[in-house]
C-alpha cells in the first residue's frame, strides 16, 4: 500500500509540473515549482470523512492486527439439531426441547487459536450463559473442547474423558438417582479433566483428572476460586461445585448452586 501511496504523490507532482509548464509556455513567465525537501516527506492529505475516495486503506500489519472479537449465538431446537440430540434428549426429560437453546460461541482452545464450540441451555439462561463466555474469551480463559455430549452418545463418562465443556444432558445425578441439573440444562461442566469431580471418599472423575485433584496446581484450565471463572459465573448468580463441601466438583456451575 505504501507504493500505492507514492505513485500517487509523483503523478500529483508529475501533473503539476506539466500544467505550470504550459502556462509558462503561454505567457512567457518563468514559474518555478517549490521542491520537496529530502529531509521533508511530501504529506498527501486524509480526505475528510465526507470525501470519496477510491484510494484503498491500508492493510494494518500481523503487530496491528485486533484482537479477534467474541460472536456468540442462540437458535431454537429446530429439526435438525433435534436429531443430532438423538441421546441427550427423549419423551420424559423433565424439561421440554422447546424450552432449550443451541448456543454457538467463540472460545480459545489450548493451541492459543480461537475455536467455534456448541453447548445446549436451558433458554431461561442462554443469554447469561452467551455473556459468560463472552468474558472468558476477553480474558482468553483456554477451553479444550465444546461439543454436545450427543457426539459421545450423550454418556457423561466418554465426554469427561474428552475433556468436553458441555451443559445439557438428560440424566441422573453421578451416583444417585434424581434428575441431574444438567438435565433442566442450567448447569456447565468446564475442562473436566483439569477440574475433576473428587468424591468425599476420594474417587476422582473422570481418572485422567487425578493429577489435578491437587488445587494447589495452577495449569492451563484449570478454575481456582476468585478468579476470571468463578467471578464470570457469580456475575450472573451461578454457583460453583469446587465450594461444596461434602465433595468438590471443580468443573460443574450451574444456576440453583446444586
Not at 500481523?62 to 431454537?76: C, H, I, N, R
Not at 480459545?108 to 464450540?117: A, E, K, L, M, T
Amino acid at each position: 500500500m505504501r507504493i500505492a501511496r507514492k505513485t500517487s504523490v509523483w503523478l500529483l507532482t508529475l501533473a503539476m509540473t506539466l500544467s505550470v509548464a504550459g502556462v509558462a509556455c503561454s505567457t512567457g513567465e518563468k514559474q518555478t515549482l517549490p521542491t520537496p525537501s529530502s529531509a521533508s516527506p511530501v504529506v498527501t492529505p486524509s480526505p475528510s470523512p465526507t470525501t470519496s475516495t477510491s484510494e484503498p486503506s491500508p492493510t494494518p500489519s500481523p503487530s496491528q492486527s485486533p484482537d479477534p472479537v467474541y460472536e456468540g449465538t442462540l437458535a431454537k431446537i429446530d429439526d435438525v439439531t433435534r436429531a443430532r440430540m438423538a441421546f441427550s434428549w427423549h419423551p420424559g426429560c423433565p424439561v421440554p426441547i422447546e424450552d432449550l437453546r443451541l448456543l454457538t460461541m467463540d472460545y480459545w482452545g489450548f493451541d492459543g487459536r480461537v475455536h467455534s464450540g456448541e453447548m445446549v441451555v436451558n433458554r431461561s439462561v442462554a443469554t447469561d450463559v452467551l455473556q459468560v463466555f463472552g468474558g472468558l474469551f476477553d480474558e482468553r480463559f483456554p477451553i479444550k473442547r465444546m461439543r454436545l455430549v450427543d457426539e459421545y452418545q450423550a454418556d457423561d463418562d466418554l465426554s469427561m474423558a474428552a475433556n468436553n465443556t458441555s451443559a445439557f444432558n438428560c440424566r441422573t445425578v453421578t451416583g444417585g438417582s434424581a434428575w441431574s441439573e444438567h438435565s433442566y440444562g442450567w448447569a456447565i461442566d468446564l475442562n473436566p479433566i483439569q477440574n475433576p469431580y473428587v468424591a468425599s471418599e476420594g474417587t476422582v472423575l473422570p481418572p485422567k483428572g487425578v493429577r489435578f485433584a491437587d488445587r494447589s496446581l495452577d495449569e492451563k484450565g484449570m478454575i481456582h476460586a476468585g478468579d476470571v471463572v468463578v467471578g464470570a459465573f457469580a456475575s450472573i448468580g451461578w454457583g460453583w461445585g469446587g465450594s461444596w463441601h461434602s465433595i468438590q466438583d471443580y468443573q460443574h456451575f450451574s444456576a440453583t448452586g446444586k
